[in-house]
C-alpha cells in the first residue's frame, strides 16, 4: 500500500512541467537545509537558533543572497558553516547542475527531461550540449573557486590560525563567486576590517564579477579570444557589465566619503554578492538609492546572481532609444527579436510589482524602519544581494517571512514562478485589434 502511494508521487513529480521541478527542487533543498541547520550538531553551544532564523539563513544561502538574522560565524558550528557553504554552493550553481553532476559521478544517463530543466535553469533555447555545459560549469567553478581559495588564504592567515584561515578562505570563495554575502569573520563585521587591503579586495571583486557574468559568457570568452567574435548574448553582458561598475563607481564615490577602493568594490558587490567594506548604514540617500538601482539590475542570466539582468536592462534601455530613433532595436549590428523586448518589459514590470508589493508589506508589518531602511532590503532581497543598512536581524517574525518569499522569489524569477501556475494553451481565435492611446 505503501509503496503504491510512494510510487504514484513519484510518477506525478516526474509529470510535472520543468520549471515547476526546478521551483520544488529549490524548496526542498531549503527544507532540508533548515532541518539540518536546527540540529544540535549545527548550533554552537550557548546559541540560540529559532525554526524561522534557520528558515531565514537557509533561504538566503540557497538563493545565494546573504541577508542574515543570526551571525553565521557566532552561532553556528563548523558543521553549520560548512552546510551553509554546500547550501550556497547548491543554490549558486543550481539545483539541476548539482542532480546532473551527481548523475555524471555516478555514471547514470542523464534523461531528455533532465537535459529540458538544466536548459530552463540556464536560460538555453537549445537541450544539445547539455551534459557538456554542465561538466564545463563545474569545471569552472571548481578552477575559479579554488584558485580565490588561495589568494585569499594569504591575507586571513596572518589574523588566523593556518586550519581558520584555510576554512575561511574556502568559505569566502565560495561565497563569493556564488555572489552570496554570506562570511564566517564573527561579530556581523563582514570584510569592513579589510576595506584597505587590496589584495582580497580585487580578489573578491574579481570571484564576483565572472560569477556574475554566467557561464555561457565565460566559455564564449574562453573559446573566442576577440571582442568581435563574441555572441551578442557575450557583448551585451560585458559591455553592460562594464558600464554599470564605472557608473556605480563615480555615482558612489560622489556621495559617499569612502575611498575609491571602497567605491568600486561596493559597485561591484551591489550586483548581487553583498559583500561590504564600509558599513552601509551609514551611507546617504543617495548613495543607498544607487545601490538600490545597481541590485535591482543584478547579474546576467545564466550566472550565479540574481536582479532583472543586465541583458534585461540593456534590451530596455534600447526599447527607449528605437523610439527616438526611429529604428530597428538592436545593437552590434544585430537586430533584437520582438518577443525578447516583450520578455524584457514583463520581467521588469512583475519585478517591480514584486519589490513595491514587499516594501508595502514590510512598512506595515515593521513601521519603526525608514522608508529607505525598508526599501533597501526588499530590494536586495529580491536581487538576491545580502547588503543591508543592518535591520535584517531586528524585522518581525511576519517580516522575516515576508522577505524569505521575496528571496525565493527573486533567486527563481518572478516570471518562473508565475508560469509554473498558469499553463493555458495557444488561442485558437483572436479579436479585432483596435489602437488605444498611451502616455
Known amino acids: 500500500m505503501m509503496k ?10 516526474k509529470k510535472q512541467p520543468p520549471g515547476r521541478l526546478i521551483t520544488l527542487g529549490f524548496a526542498a533543498v531549503i527544507l532540508l537545509g533548515t532541518l539540518i541547520l536546527l540540529l544540535p550538531v549545527s548550533i554552537k553551544d550557548g546559541a540560540a537558533v529559532s525554526p524561522v532564523d534557520a528558515l531565514f539563513t537557509s533561504t538566503s544561502a540557497v538563493c545565494v543572497t546573504g541577508l542574515i538574522v543570526v551571525d553565521t560565524a557566532d552561532h553556528f558550528t563548523p558543521f553549520g558553516q560548512g552546510v551553509v557553504a554546500a547550501l550556497i554552493q547548491i543554490g549558486g550553481l543550481g539545483v539541476t547542475s548539482v542532480g546532473v553532476g551527481f548523475m555524471l559521478a555516478i555514471r547514470k544517463r542523464v534523461s531528455m527531461k533532465t537535459r529540458m530543466m538544466v536548459s530552463e535553469a540556464l536560460n538555453i533555447n537549445s537541450y544539445r550540449g547539455m ?22 588564504f594569504f591575507v586571513f592567515v596572518q589574523d588566523y590560525p593556518p586550519l581558520r584561515a584555510a576554512g575561511i578562505s574556502i568559505f569566502h570563495s565560495i561565497a563569493t563567486f556564488n555572489n552570496a554575502g554570506f562570511d564566517v569573520l564573527g561579530g556581523l563585521q563582514n570584510l569592513i576590517p579589510y576595506r584597505d587591503n587590496i589584495l582580497l579586495n580585487l580578489v573578491t571583486c574579481i570571484l564576483i564579477i565572472f560569477g556574475g557574468l554566467g557561464f555561457l559568457v565565460i566559455r564564449d570568452v574562453l573559446s573566442n579570444k576577440k571582442f568581435k567574435k563574441l555572441t551578442l548574448h557575450s557583448k551585451i553582458v560585458i559591455t553592460t557589465t562594464i558600464a554599470l561598475l564605472i557608473t556605480g563607481t563615480l555615482l558612489l564615490k560622489a556621495t559617499e566619503d569612502i ?9 561591484v558587490s551591489a550586483r548581487t554578492a553583498g559583500f561590504s567594506t564600509y558599513p552601509v548604514g551609514e ?48 545593437a552590434f549590428r544585430r537586430g533584437i527579436a520582438r518577443n525578447t523586448v516583450a520578455s524584457a518589459s ?28 525598508v526599501l533597501f532590503e526588499v530590494v536586495s532581497a529580491f536581487g538576491t544581494v545580502g547588503l543591508s543598512t543592518g535591520i535584517t536581524p531586528d524585522l518581525s517574525v511576519a517580516g522575516k517571512l515576508v522577505i524569505i518569499l521575496i528571496m525565493f522569489i527573486g533567486r ?25 492611446s498611451i502616455g
Open 346 to 373: 514583463i520581467i521588469a514590470l512583475l519585478s517591480m510589482a514584486v519589490v513595491c508589493v514587499g516594501t508595502f508589506l514590510l512598512c506595515v508589518l515593521d513601521p519603526e524602519f525608514t522608508f529607505i531602511q
Open 283 to 330: 551611507f546617504t540617500n543617495a548613495g543607498l538609492f544607487v545601490l538600490c538601482i545597481l541590485m535591482f539590475v543584478g547579474a546576467s542570466p545564466g550566472s550565479t546572481g540574481g536582479g532583472i539582468k543586465t541583458t534585461t536592462f540593456f534590451v530596455l534601455i534600447q526599447e527607449v532609444r528605437s523610439m527616438f530613433n526611429k529604428r530597428q532595436i538592436g
Open 131 to 152: 551534459v557538456r555545459l554542465v561538466k564545463a560549469v563545474l569545471l569552472m567553478t571548481l578552477c575559479f573557486e579554488g584558485a580565490g581559495a588561495i589568494l585569499s
Open 4 to 13: 503504491g502511494i510512494i510510487k504514484k508521487f513519484i510518477n506525478g513529480i
Open 412 to 436: 527563481l524569477g518572478a516570471v518562473t514562478l508565475l508560469s509554473i501556475w498558469i499553463d493555458h494553451p495557444e488561442p485558437r481565435a483572436y479579436y479585432t485589434e483596435e489602437t488605444v
Open 259 to 267: 575611498t575609491w577602493l571602497g567605491a568600486f568594490f561596493h559597485s
